[in-house]
Every structure is written in structure tokens, then in C-alpha cells.
């Protein structure tokens, strides 16, 4: 049986949230030039280090998966964004809870399989040295950022752990961070193509490829003077 729901964060936690993030994404430019792989671990630990300190519906909910038994909570957690349809279910709902530990595997195997071939075409250190280069890191970011939406795998807070991995993945290959951690952008094309990144059942797609138009856009502005 699910937990008690979780559907925003306490305002008085504002200010520890945006200091969590700031923190987190100092930690992150720091290790960038490393270029480890990243986990599942790792995205379960961002998630712990954005709400350090704030009050939550169960501590079982910090970096823990929907679906994952050993969280009786999180077991049968279903999570949606938008109002009812008549189906009964909200406008946009990641995957059921059952199987996302599934799609968390093949998630993280793809994203390790990209970035086997990033890494061998951009050194450590250095920004991408072409368009058709920036264009492919763009693209993951973007695509990396709307399954982790599509999928849900938080009760709450997922949208915010998205923006991590797509800070993660710029830092990696020398960009900025040009999609904010908290607030979420201001910008209502992010927010439409988060949203078309979810799906519905019984296929769950999502469509990433507004996303990808709206992170290049994204970039460009933080690169101006």
C-alpha cells in the first residue's frame, strides 16, 4: 500500500532546498573533469542532498525508487502532474510504480552507452568542438532529462533531480549550467516540453524532441554577454 502523498514541498523549506541545490552543484563542477560514470546511487544520493535537512511525508521517500519492495511505501507509489481527464488519472503519469526499477536499468545503461561515445569523441576538459558535437551533448542532456521525467522514480522531486543529471551531463562536457536546479526555469516552452516528455498508460511514451529545441535555446542564452 502507498505512503502518504507528496505532491509539493513545504515553503518553509525554500531556502534549504536552494541552498541544498547550490551546494550540490558545487560538488559537481568540482568533479566534472573526473568524468566517473554515473549511478543510480549517485541519483539517489542527489536526491537525499537536495531535501537534507527538510521536513518530508516519510523518511523512506528520500532517494529511495517507487516499486521498490524493500520500501513498502514506495511499493505501489503512483505519481501523476495535471488535472483529472476522465479517465480518472491526471494529464501526464509515470510509469507504474511496478516497473520502474526495470526502466531505471535500462535508463542508466543507456545513458552509460552515450557517454562511452561522448567521452571518446571530447576530451576531459574541453568543450565540444564542433556543432554536430554540441548538438549530440544538447540532445542527451535533453533526452537524459525527459526519461527521468517520463519515468517518475520519486514520489516527489523529480523534476528537480532531471535538472541535476542535465547539470551534470553540461558540466562533464564544459558547458554551463543553462536549466536551473531551483527555481525550475522560467520559461513556460521548458515546462510544456517537460510535460510532453511524460506519457499516459497503457504506453507511457513520452516525446522528447521538443526538449531538445528548448535546451539549445536554453544554452544559447546562457552563453550571452
Known amino acids: 500500500m502507498a505512503g502518504p502523498g507528496w505532491a509539493d514541498d513545504d515553503?518553509?523549506?525554500?531556502?534549504?532546498?536552494g541552498g541544498n541545490c547550490q551546494a550540490l552543484l558545487t560538488e559537481l563542477a568540482a568533479a566534472a573533469s573526473q568524468r566517473a560514470l554515473p549511478t543510480l546511487a549517485d541519483a539517489s544520493q542527489w536526491h537525499r542532498r537536495i531535501y537534507d535537512g527538510c521536513a518530508v511525508p516519510a523518511a523512506s521517500y528520500l532517494g529511495n525508487f517507487r516499486g521498490d519492495p524493500a520500501h513498502p511505501d514506495l511499493a505501489d507509489y503512483e505519481v501523476g502532474v495535471g488535472a483529472l481527464l476522465p479517465d480518472g488519472l491526471p494529464q501526464k503519469v509515470g510509469i507504474w510504480a511496478a516497473d520502474v526499477p526495470a526502466a531505471l536499468a535500462g535508463f542508466i545503461a543507456g545513458v552509460h552507452a552515450a557517454l562511452?561515445?561522448?567521452d571518446a569523441a571530447i576530451p576531459a576538459g574541453s568543450r565540444p568542438a564542433t556543432v554536430d558535437q554540441l548538438h549530440e551533448v544538447v540532445a542527451l542532456i535533453a533526452e537524459v532529462h525527459g526519461e527521468w521525467v517520463r519515468i517518475h522514480p520519486f514520489a516527489n522531486g523529480n523534476g528537480r533531480t532531471a535538472r541535476v543529471w542535465a547539470a551534470f551531463l553540461a558540466l562533464r562536457y564544459g558547458l554551463p549550467v543553462f536549466v536551473t536546479l531551483k527555481p525550475r526555469p522560467d520559461d513556460v516552452a521548458y515546462a510544456r516540453a517537460a510535460m510532453r516528455s511524460m506519457g499516459r498508460p497503457p504506453d507511457f511514451n513520452g516525446d522528447h524532441s521538443e526538449a531538445v529545441a528548448v535546451f539549445a535555446h536554453l544554452l544559447t542564452l546562457s552563453l550571452l554577454p
Request: without cysteine; negative net charge.
Open 11 to 17: 515553503p518553509v523549506d525554500a531556502a534549504r532546498i
Open 116 to 118: 562511452d561515445v561522448l
